[in-house]
């Protein structure tokens, strides 16, 4: 038989028996190989026969067995044969199936032509009727199969029930109750039914951003068809999806796609407007299946759309509308615009209420409604770039999936004992093998400490097995209550009153009533037993969803624990540790992470914006980086830093935001913009505020007012978590030797000031939480400094094992080499460089000091030149001997 007179299914099943017969060892292949060949896989022309047939009792799987075991019964040779041939009952079949073919119009022999040639052969007919499947039944299963279609390309078959294969019906798995509730969607429904219910143009178009509940709006849709709350126009109808990835998919040849499309559409004509169509994400509709002399998928769906032979949902988001939908504007004319918007966190909280039961049968876990409201609350604050209801939805599936999985993972106090005890175990059998005394006395008390952990372990063994016990108890019953609610529905809608009334009124209210037993006792149980007394828990707190918020933004929302209050009462000491003499600064800055951390910050803005002004090397950019470090415990060089240095030209502050579309670098995005939506809770350093372009200056204001800003992508980053601090030279020369104790501190703050508003916009600075005037460093907090950056010296020494000692005389020596009142603190770092770290360098490279060595920094004494600067002794242990260095 030519493969042009056959469809490729056809050929495909015809290699897949030969296949058959030469691995069970027959040199030829007749209609029984067929037979398993047609029936073989879930999806084969066999399997769907069955499926259609109208009687009960006919099962594929024992249509298989059947043809299996009559095939075993065939002879094999020893070895198998290389190639297997077709037998002459086979090739009269094919013969016959393709008369068959000819006679009903067709062009090409397919699948459902072989099976019904299969009762032409004696052996597949005997087994095929056997298994209850006759030709009678089978020939009706195939009318259902083909409708009305012609065999006229190769793919044929993908052609029949064509939207049961590229689509689900919604309305069966409402039935089925394997949908979820709908809340709160009452008006877009309405809107929807309204719609549908015109006599043209009746096809809307769910949009909305993504996440917003467009498709289960459409779900809906088919839980009201099923309850019959619909006009008389939309009842009984079917609402199936349409899948145009699966319509696309594996259409090799030019019209395949099209033949597919069109056998869809034959379907819907042929219900006669009781089929409604789905179509997620429509704007794939326009292009779908194009390539060169073919239409796309819309241009094949606008003729029906037309006439109101068809009508379609659809779903899209706003932007895809605008890219795609819009540009075609008589696709657009025959749809309704059903406008789908973000829900507020009331209604968030209410549709999370009607979803709760579906997670908790599935996990298996309680959820407190406290921890709804929280999951509505924390995502509208802290998920920003998401939408709800999806947003909530995931954070309450994702704690609660935690918590599941905390409930099967052994406890920690247990999993802890089990491998001590293995440990000593271990240890037993190893001191088992010796003969001394001191073993055996060891060993006797290896196992009476192994009894005493044993001992321990069981009853937490036991307390742990009866929690999860009790979780997988109030999981069954809620998986059981689930089903018998579906099935009680399903038979009021049947008319089976006499077994929906068993249901309602016996074994579901039984079963809540045992379940509520279960929930009141549990609730007791925990209320009387400690904390420390629970191993595990199966209720899904406000806290676990902060935790999963936490995991997700960087932003720690969880409760606060002791340790972490002490570390926040005590940020100011810790930051005056590592910034000198700046006291009232940190102060400023303490206080408003405090309120912060409180919940008594404007929400709406950033934490803290600050602007540092003083002179140089007084500790502005220390601070932004010591608060970094103490607030995040992270490296302070993961601070982002953005220089304003760099930013001088009108045009660079397209490399904050990100260059605009069409411009080199815009699928890079703005290094501002980028390094915030990584990470959220940060400490933002703008440095040398005052060389920024005018521009710049704009740009952050609705950073400061606001507490976000819009990239060159449109996308909205949010800088309510983040502290922003610029610091600017502004007005330093007014606070040069301006200590804390100065008296002249109100004149210079006043000259400050007024250079400082004459340099920024009156709207830029009013938006600033404060305006923080860092002081001149004294010698007194000079020298405190010194002794700061030698313990960093000598940190780095004591990885060599030497030990450095700096006397106050040599700090002295240091401060009096290296201070400049014009430059701050830096001078000093510089020298102990330049000066300190090189001599000691050298000293170590020589030989001079070595591990176990303690380095005495000293005033150098006496009235000689040479000896004003300070004396360095190496006194390696017990020894000291001294030696001179000259600064």
Request: overall charge neutral; glycine content about 6%; proline content about 3%.
């Amino acid at each position: 038989m030519s493969e042009r007179t056959i469809t490729d299914a056809t050929a495909k099943v015809i290699e897949q028996s030969l296949s058959i017969a030469r691995d069970n060892g027959n040199s030829q292949a007749d209609p029984l190989h067929l037979a398993v060949a047609l029936f073989t896989g879930d999806d084969s022309m066999g399997a769907r026969v069955c499926t259609k047939v109208v009687a009960d009792n006919v099962d594929v799987n024992v249509v298989r067995k059947n043809l299996q075991r009559r095939l075993l019964q065939k002879p094999s040779q020893t070895p198998a044969p290389h190639e297997a041939s077709l037998s002459s009952s086979y090739s009269s079949l094919l013969q016959r199936a393709t008369k068959a073919s000819k006679a009903n119009g067709d062009a090409l022999v397919a699948l459902d032509h072989l099976i019904l040639a299969l009762y032409e052969d004696r052996e597949a007919a005997d087994v095929l009727t056997q298994s209850m499947l006759t030709k009678k039944l089978a020939q009706g299963a195939v009318k259902d199969l083909r409708g009305s279609h012609k065999v006229t390309s190769a793919s044929a078959e993908e052609t029949y029930e064509a939207l049961e294969k590229y689509g689900i019906d919604l309305v069966q798995q409402a039935e089925d109750g394997k949908l979820d509730p709908v809340v709160g969607r009452d008006e877009e429904i309405r809107r929807l039914i309204q719609i549908l219910s015109r006599r043209t143009k009746n096809n809307p178009v769910l949009v909305g951003e993504p996440g917003t509940g467009k498709t289960s709006i459409v779900e809906g849709l088919a839980r009201r068809i099923v309850e019959g709350d619909v006009p008389e126009s939309i009842k009984g109808v079917a609402l199936r999806t349409l899948d145009m990835g699966a319509l696309v998919a594996g259409a090799k040849y030019r019209g395949e796609f099209e033949e597919r499309l069109r056998a869809v559409l034959d379907e819907v004509k042929r219900a006669q407007g009781k089929m409604l169509l789905f179509v997620d994400e429509i704007h794939l509709v326009l292009g779908a299946g194009k390539s060169d002399g073919a239409m796309d998928a819309a241009n094949l769906l606008k003729p029906m759309l037309a006439r109101g032979e068809l009508r379609m949902i659809g779903a899209t988001t706003l932007e895809e509308y605008r890219k795609h939908i819009e540009k075609d504007a008589a696709f657009e004319r025959r749809f309704q615009q059903v406008i789908v918007n973000e829900p507020s966190v009331l209604d968030t909280i209410s549709m999370l209420r009607g979803l709760s039961d579906r997670y908790e049968t599935h996990h298996g876990v309680r959820i407190m409604d406290s921890a709804l409201v929280t999951a509505a609350q924390l995502s509208d604050r802290y998920i920003t770039h998401r939408f709800n209801p999806d947003k909530s939805i995931d954070l309450i599936d994702e704690a609660a999936a935690r918590k599941r999985t905390t409930l099967d993972s052994r406890p920690e106090r247990i999993d802890q004992l089990e491998r001590q005890i293995l440990q000593l175990e271990i240890e037993s059998t190893a001191l088992g093998r010796e003969k001394d005394k001191e073993s055996k006395r060891r060993r006797t008390a290896i196992q009476e400490e192994i009894a005493n952990l044993k001992e321990e372990l069981a009853p937490l063994n036991a307390k742990w097995q009866a929690d999860r016990g009790r979780a997988e108890e109030l999981k069954e019953i809620k998986e059981k209550l689930t089903t018998l609610e579906a099935k009680a529905a399903s038979a009021e809608r049947t008319g089976d009153y006499e077994k929906a009334a068993d249901l309602k009124y016996g074994a579901i209210p039984d079963l809540k009533s045992h379940l509520k037993r279960i929930e009141e006792s549990e609730m007791i149980r925990k209320a009387d037993a400690s904390d420390e007394d629970s191993l595990v828990s199966e209720t899904v707190t406000p806290q676990d969803i902060a935790e999963v918020i936490s995991r997700w933004t960087g932003i720690p929302v969880t409760r606060l624990s002791q340790t972490d209050r002490d570390r926040l009462l005590k940020l100011d000491d810790r930051l005056k540790e590592r910034v000198i003499g700046q006291d009232q600064a940190i102060k400023e800055v303490t206080d408003c992470i405090l309120r912060s951390k409180a919940g008594l910050s404007r929400p709406s803005q950033p934490i803290g914006s600050f602007l540092f002004l003083g002179p140089t090397g007084v500790g502005k950019t220390e601070l932004a980086k010591s608060l970094y470090s103490s607030l995040f415990d992270a490296d302070e060089r993961h601070l982002i830093r953005i220089d304003m240095s760099e930013y001088t030209e009108q045009h660079s502050v397209a490399r904050l935001i990100g260059a605009p579309p069409g411009y080199i670098g815009h699928d890079e995005g703005g290094q501002l913009t980028e390094a915030v939506r990584r990470r959220p809770y940060s400490v933002v350093l703008f440095d040398e505020m005052e060389k920024a372009h005018p521009r710049v200056l704009t740009l952050m204001l609705q950073i400061l007012d606001e507490g976000r800003l819009t990239d060159s992508k449109g996308r909205t980053v949010d800088f309510t978590n983040t502290v922003i601090i610029l610091t600017s030279n502004v007005g330093a020369k007014y606070l040069l030797n301006l200590t804390e104790e100065s008296k002249r501190r109100e004149l210079a703050h006043k000259q400050v000031m007024s250079e400082v508003q004459s340099r920024f916009a009156p709207e830029f600075l009013n938006r600033l939480s404060g305006i923080i005037m860092f002081n001149s460093l004294g010698t007194q907090q000079l020298e405190m400094i010194v002794q700061k950056s030698m313990r960093g010296v000598s940190k780095r020494l004591a990885s060599q094992g030497v030990r450095v000692v700096l006397e106050s005389s040599g700090a002295k020596a240091i401060l009096a080499a290296s201070y400049d009142p014009n430059y701050g603190a830096r001078p000093v770092e510089r020298y102990l460089e330049s000066t300190v770290v090189t001599t000691l360098s050298r000293m170590l490279i020589s030989g001079d000091i070595s591990s176990g060595s303690i380095v005495r920094i000293e005033a150098a004494e006496g009235d000689d030149e040479s000896h004003k600067s300070s004396r360095w002794v190496e006194s390696p242990i017990p020894e000291r001997s001294p030696v001179l260095l000259r600064l």
